[in-house]
Structures are given as structure tokens and as C-alpha cells.
């Protein structure tokens, strides 16, 4: 477990810029990704991808979204007091992903504040942010997260 | 192709509902998924999740979107016109999913307007739900989409 596999909701403290490493993304699994799921021709047909509308094959949104989950899981979300998440905000794609391509994630928290109804809990919002190795933005939206409150110490 | 493969922006109209089918969705895939992308102890571990926030294994919110996605792209969006999405908004996950559930999708279009800047295409938004075996919605979000339009019959 990572140190960060540690934090508890006090530990993410809004304005704090976590970076979250990178990931490369090839062909091979673009396409077994979209053909299990996003079937759509210019996520799993090169040659007709070429002749779409993005000339050239792209990765599903989704695809893209599950591999910057892994980077969030591995490096920013706590293992011991992750309590899963009601949904994301403004969940936006501006720039395809595309075989080769390198992302590097970075989360920032921008909001956190103690649940009213359960004292054990808090609510963070993060803006999770996804660039390739052109610095161009290919995924970015806004997570919200319930996490566990630090316990405290035993008397 | 189904008949919904050969739609334009212009059969997505604002008001019309689409079922999109249903699917279900076992253990050994929620596991899967969630040790590639999401690997968080609720989602790849029964032991662990039983003893977890969920008292039991449930999906990841990506796989969940993931496999939606999968109803939308056989059922819903065209084959022939889709040109990709911008993204999400309000995304999320009130209810969780859990081994052996299945899910029921709809796809209601609340909003489709034409490109001022590109005149072969327009933008639709579309409110997709997906609900389990007992009527509880487990995903909601508004997609943002972009179609072309129904290319004018050659003289």
C-alpha cells in the first residue's frame, strides 16, 4: 500500500494538486477495449477509422475514462478509507485519444467539506484532469467522493 | 445495422424515448473489469467487500458506464452519422450494482439542435438511464452527441 492508500478525508485538502502519473495507451488495447464495448467503426477498425470523421482510430471515452480510474486508484484514492463515488460532474473529452498516445493525470481537490447526515464520512470534489504528451487536454471532469473521516485515537 | 445504425440528427427528436434492451452483468466480469481499471478492494474482492461500506461486491461505476454504453451503441446511436461525444453531464451512480443484476436502458433525447459553425452536423443531448431487476436507476447521466445531418438527395 502507497503512502496515499493511507489518507483519510482530512488528508485531501482543497487547492492540493496530486499527480498521478502516466500511462501509455496502444492499438492492441483500444480495440479489444471498444470491441467489447464501444463498437463503434473509428474505436475498433483502423481502416475505416481512416476514413472517418477523426482519420484515424481513437479510443473510446470510456476507455480513456477507466484508464485514468487506474492512475486515480493506484496514486490519489485512499484504500483505507475510500468509501466509492456518487458520479462525476461536467465529464468532458476535448481531445481524441489515439494509439501511441501518453497521458499523464493529475487530480486537484477543489472541495471538501463533513457530511451532515454521517459523521463518520466527508465529501470531496476533485478535478481530475487528462493530458497526452502534446500537453493538449484529452479528458478532464469533476469526481465527487465520499471518504472516511480519520478515527480517532483509541483512550 | 439495425434500423437505429442508419439514423440522422434529424430522427433524434427532443421528447422520443428509446429502449436500449438489457444486460446482466456476473461476478467474474465485475472482478475483471475492476482488476484492469479499478481496483479497489469493493469491487475486486468478495471477501473484503463483505465486509465493506457495500456488504458485498458491487461494480465499478466505469464498468457500469461501460457496459451501458454496449445497449447504446447496438440500440440507439447511428452507425452511419455518429461522429463521437463531447462528453457527460451529471453523471452518476445512486444505486450500486451488484453480481447478477440486470440492467435496463433508456435513452430519452431532452435537446437537438443544428451546428452554427458546422453546417453537415448538430448536437444532441440525450438523458440515459439504466435501472436494475427492481426498478432502481443505478446510472444516470445527460450525454452530449454529435450527428450529421441527413445528407440532401443528389439531383
Redesign the interface.
Known sequence: MNDHGLRYFEDYVPGATHECGSVSVDEASIIA?AK???????HVDPVAAAAG??RGL?A???HT???V??LL?DNY?S?EA?????????????H?VRPGDTLRVRATVVEARRSLSKPDRGIIKTVIEAVNQDGRAVMR?TAINFLLVRPEPAR
Open positions: 477495449f467489447e464495448f464501444d463498437p463503434q467503426p473509428f470523421p477523426y481513437i473510446s471515452g470510456w475514462c477507466a484508464i480510474m487506474r486508484v484514492l484504500t475510500s468509501l466509492g463515488s456518487a458520479g462525476l460532474d461536467e465529464l468532458r473529452w476535448p481524441p471532469a
